[in-house]
């Protein structure tokens, strides 16, 4: 499963906030709304298998 | 910032049938890619496997640090040890979509003995036969000696530009009830360019008989530029 979250379209910027999840941790639950309208959360997407999450914002 | 309306517009343009999720107050991307000055999220991957483990993790910096697809997928494999297909998406890319062309240019009339100048217009709606083979009704219009001139045509297409465009030679044959009146035939060529999925632009030059078995005949040779609303056919 693909999952892509956005959060929009800059660049060239510094960054004011390091992610707080780690590799080989447990990842952070969440919910968020999907182009469809419905709620998806990651327990959920996890239920089908592995979740690839892609952070972007814009169109890159 | 994209709200799940904008998504799903980019999800339907694009074929895209995996949740596209919106993190207005971007909370997640906090936590699991980090955040820029401007409050906007660092473009980044992460994997987790079955067990809600973090296996990979990779955030950018800069716009071209970002994973291509290829990337991404050989990296899901690598990962997950999985050899999964390609996201490839039937009917996304433009050239498979059917289309619907607007065009308008001019050229030079010849009949009775003169060449005139006259404005050219037509509609055309185009179905693909592969990539290569477009075919529809084209509608001609051209004030002088054919004000309508009703054709089927047919379209071949060489795609350049990674199939975003094309190098195209067709041929149309039809009927001209006014002006000119009779069977008419045209050739002609033309490029073509995807500009998104939904549109694109094409130019075109051509050459057409108006009148043939008629009272009087006529040909006309015509430059014209044309916008193409782009169709999903699957």
């Given at each position: ?7 929009g ?52 | ?61 800069a ?13 899901l494999?690598?990962t ?9 998406s ?66 071949l ?6 199939d ?14 006014w ?23 094409q ?32």
């Amino acid at each position: 499963m693909l999952v892509l979250a956005s959060s929009g379209c800059v660049t060239g910027l510094h960054v004011t906030s390091e992610a707080t999840v780690a590799d080989g941790g447990a990842a952070a639950p969440f919910t968020l709304p999907a182009q469809d309208g419905t709620q998806v959360s990651l327990g959920q997407a996890l239920a089908a298998g592995p979740v690839a999450l892609v952070f972007y914002r814009g169109y890159w | 910032m994209d709200s799940p309306e904008d998504s799903r517009a980019f999800a339907k343009d694009y074929g895209i049938a995996f949740p596209l999720l919106s993190d207005p107050d971007g909370t997640v991307s906090r936590v699991y890619a980090g955040v820029t000055s401007d409050h906007n999220t660092l473009p980044g991957v992460v994997i987790i496997d079955r067990g809600g483990r973090i296996v990979f993790r990779q955030v950018a910096s800069a716009k071209d640090d970002r994973m291509t697809t290829a990337e991404l997928l050989a990296t899901l494999d690598r990962t997950l040890g999985t050899s999964g297909p390609g996201v490839a998406s039937a009917g996304y890319a433009a050239i498979d979509r059917a289309q619907l062309r607007v065009a308008l240019g001019g050229g030079g009339v010849r009949g009775s003995g003169e060449t005139r100048g006259t404005v050219v217009g037509s509609v055309a709606g185009l179905y693909p036969l592969g990539r290569h083979v477009l075919v529809g009704p084209w509608l001609g219009f051209e004030p002088r000696a054919a004000p309508l001139e009703v054709d089927a045509a047919i379209v071949l297409r060489l795609p350049i530009w990674a199939d975003a465009g094309a190098i195209e030679l067709g041929a149309a044959g039809g009927w001209t009830p006014w002006g000119d009146a009779g069977a008419s035939a045209s050739a002609r060529a033309g490029l073509w360019f995807a500009m998104s999925p939904r549109w694109a632009l094409q130019l075109e030059v051509s050459v057409t008989t108006h009148g043939l078995g008629g009272r009087a005949d006529s040909s006309t040779a015509s430059a014209a530029l044309g916008v193409t609303r782009l169709f999903d056919v699957r």
